[in-house]
């Protein structure tokens, strides 16, 4: 007898916990840097642009067809897609639904440990005293296990991210409404209180040295929004705008459509959809070009930032920025927290679609899909941790991170305006809708958006598919990690197609 499914308490809670699968460390980090190496405002008109025919339409989709599989009691892409079209060939296709979601968790989860850890340290003022970004890099690199340092080993490193990792388990562990939305109903608030108040202290920094005029918290912001359109010829900047959406909004990652099909069939998803957009376009466009770079501008200027990576924004150039103010420990701790809060909130969201496939698919008790994919998915991290100086997570990131979220996004958006058919989506999206979506969105979605990422895709393949796939520029030392990578992800997809297979067996 199937597992009945367990669905949201309130609306509210549903709202903040999607809100916080999208709203990650990508909003805070990887937005200033993008935008700020593709021509700082000019880089928004392809982000705006791509926001308005695929981040909007596709966060519909993903909602419409999330509901339309929770209601045949299948919370991820394999049994979504098999209802969209009923070919055998569709549930394989929702293989990517499973494993992005699984190896995306499996790096995002140490990541996560280190803002973590970050805090402890501003408290403790750990790494105070530091006094340029080379020194900052490496007290990172030695918590990291890279190289000797301040560290001794990489046990440090290892308890955060065991003290994360459980964190995450026994929050899944509780459930729907007592773990997933009750961490969202204090996380979410938290997190825009600490960022508000973060950016209201980054941008009343002014000129901290005045022997350098140029270097002030509006030269920062001046530096992310005065636009370079000569960037607009690079089809890089296209591209990275286009890659950010999908990022952002945790779109073609699976996440999306596991938290939908807890909906009930008449909840709203048209204004909902809208809300949870709106309020990750809030904490990315005001709170993430708000905070780091005026605050890293500031006191190292725009020459030495624009070569940092988000890492770099995060671990180096603000922290060290925060040391230099008063009460710097407690900036410190609250800038870390942030980060911490909205890993936390986009972690547990990137596992579950795994453990709904558990739950759903192999009728397997919620608690106990918990605990099998702690286990399964604990073994895999090892290799992220200790394999990291060789390149490992990088190549994971790659390949999940940015290759498959597209891919994944092209399939549905074809199933659901071509195959399901966009009439018969158009539909299903409006059922108990409070808004109308605007009919020019049909022609968006049945031939711009899909059309969009083919594209994006065919010109990533002609300017650096080759060199990636032959691992050009990566170290001959690196080599062996980086394939090690390719096999894990290779592994996961061949597992997850023979359990598509079992489960669909045992059903005929």
């Known amino acids: 007898m199937p597992i009945a499914r367990e669905a949201w308490a309130t609306k509210f809670g549903m709202i903040l916990a999607t809100a916080g699968a999208a709203v990650g460390l990508g909003n805070l980090l990887r937005f200033p840097v993008q935008a700020s190496q593709h021509g700082g405002g000019a880089f928004m008109i392809p982000y705006f642009l791509f926001l308005i025919i695929m981040g909007i339409p596709m966060m519909w989709v993903e909602w419409t067809i999330g509901r339309l599989g929770g209601k045949h009691g299948h919370g991820t892409t394999p049994g979504i897609f098999q209802i969209l079209w009923s070919h055998p060939l569709a549930k394989y296709l929702g293989v990517f639904g499973l494993v992005i979601p699984l190896i995306l968790g499996i790096y995002y989860l140490y990541v996560c440990s280190w803002t973590l850890a970050f805090a402890f340290f501003s408290l403790t003022k750990a790494y105070f005293g530091l006094n340029d970004l080379q020194s900052m890099s490496n007290f990172l690199k030695s918590f990291q296990g890279i190289e000797k340092g301040m560290f001794s080993s990489i046990w ?149 930032i624009s070569k940092g990576g988000a890492f770099d924004l995060a671990f180096l150039s603000t922290p060290l920025v925060l040391t230099h103010l008063p009460l710097g420990q407690i900036w410190g701790f609250l800038w ?48 992220v941790i200790f394999f ?52 020019i969105y049909r022609f968006i979605l049945k031939y711009i958006t899909p059309t969009c990422l083919i594209i994006i895709f065919s010109v990533w393949l002609f300017q650096d598919g080759v060199d990636v796939l032959l691992l050009k520029g990566v170290s001959a030392c690196d080599r062996p990690y980086r394939l090690l990578a390719r096999g894990l992800i290779l592994f ?6 023979w359990l598509i297979h079992l489960v669909w067996r045992k059903r005929a």
């Open 156 to 304: 440090p490193a290892y308890t955060f991210f065991l003290i994360t990792f459980f964190t995450n388990f026994i929050i899944l562990y509780h459930g729907l409404g007592k773990g997933i939305e009750r961490l969202s109903r204090w996380a979410m608030p938290a997190l825009f209180l600490i960022a508000i108040v973060l950016m209201i202290r980054a941008l009343t920094l002014g000129t901290p040295n005045p022997s350098y005029p140029d270097r002030s918290s509006l030269a920062g912001l001046g530096f992310l929004w005065n636009p370079n359109f000569s960037e607009l010829k690079n089809a890089s900047t296209w591209l990275a705008a286009a890659g950010q959406i999908f990022f952002t909004l945790s779109l073609g990652l699976g996440t999306i459509q596991c938290y939908a099909s807890y909906l009930r069939e008449r909840d709203d998803i048209v204004l909902s959809g809208l809300t949870v957009t709106s309020l990750n376009e809030t904490a990315e466009v005001i709170f993430g070009a708000s905070i780091a770079i005026p605050a890293a501008v500031a006191f190292f200027g725009i020459a030495q």
């Open 336 to 383: 870390f927290s942030l980060l911490f809060f909205a890993g936390l909130t986009s972690s547990v969201s990137i596992i579950q679609p795994c453990i709904a496939f558990l739950i759903d698919e192999l009728n397997i008790p919620w608690k106990r899909a918990v605990v099998i994919m702690g286990i399964f998915s604990f073994i895999p991290i090892q290799m």
């Open 388 to 439: 990291l100086k060789y390149g490992f997570l990088d190549e994971l990131d790659f390949w999940i991170g940015t290759m498959s979220l597209p891919i994944l996004g092209t399939i549905e958006v074809i199933l659901f305006g071509w195959v399901y058919g966009i009439d018969k989506g158009f539909s299903e999206m409006h059922k108990g809708a409070w808004l109308k979506v605007p009919g």
């Open 492 to 497: 996961y997809f061949l597992l997850a197609i």
